[in-house]
């Protein structure tokens, strides 16, 4: 059952790139990663209640249970760093085409064994090790595409913001699995989109508002709402998958990375993104990759 909510979650985050691309384009950053939080945390904030003044939901997959201190001291943890990761995704998502952004997100599962590797000591087999190659190959090939587009992946700051996201999202992925054997799912989803937007102001208040007349003005887009909607449906399957005992997070972290489908299809149709035959190429040697990665894993 928990492949089942993996895919669903792979599905919809594949939607938010595509909506999260499209609230960003010739607009100002933060205060669309705000209203983001915003709307997200708004979206929980029912459950919160229901769960502490009735029973109504009790039972089911939607109940937020009343957690202590020290639990919510590890929520607001998890709200940094996923956080600290979409700001640098966000910035390098509005300056560079979701044709690569989403290849090098897809990665993301080989940044999670790695660092298992040179943290926790870990061994990689020979399948692991093939979808590491296979994605360090598909990385320096989507680098000859970029530059057909005037972006140079030692030089480009974006894909280096690109790159650092996916990094603290491999952090996050590890520390979800271990938030999933010890929470509730809809606890933590609740809490952390809730501490984002607390998290956020400052970032509002004292990097945009003072300089915002010098840079992208803010405009809306209902696609902005978007981006919460399928973001927050997609995190409440992914946490739900995790919650299982014998989830394992290295296969819901490749199968979730199968959202580049979808943004990358999208890209090419509704953004009509450049030297998308290339790019192909490099998103089919991730997807291989992903592939030896599941045998490995098993």
Known sequence: MWLLFAFLSAALLGFYDVFKKQSLQNNAVLPVLFLNTLFSSALFVPFILAGRFTTILSGTPFHVPSVGAETHLFILL???????????????????????????????????????????????NGYQWTGVALAVVSFLMLSRSGKKEGIDFKHDRWIYFIVLAALIGAVSGLYDKFLMQRFAPMAVQAWYNLYQVFLMCPVLLGLWLPGRDRHTPFRWSWSIVLISLFLSAADFAYFYALSYPDAMISIVSMIRRGSVLVSFLFGAWCFHEKNLRSKAVDLVLVLIGMFFLFLGSR
């Open 78 to 124: 998890k709200s940094f760093i996923v956080l600290s990761s979409w700001i640098f995704g966000y910035f390098g998502m509005k300056h560079l085409p979701l044709t690569i952004v989403g290849p090098i997100n897809a990665t993301r599962p080989v940044m999670v064994l790695v660092g298992a590797m040179l943290l926790f000591g870990e061994r990689l």
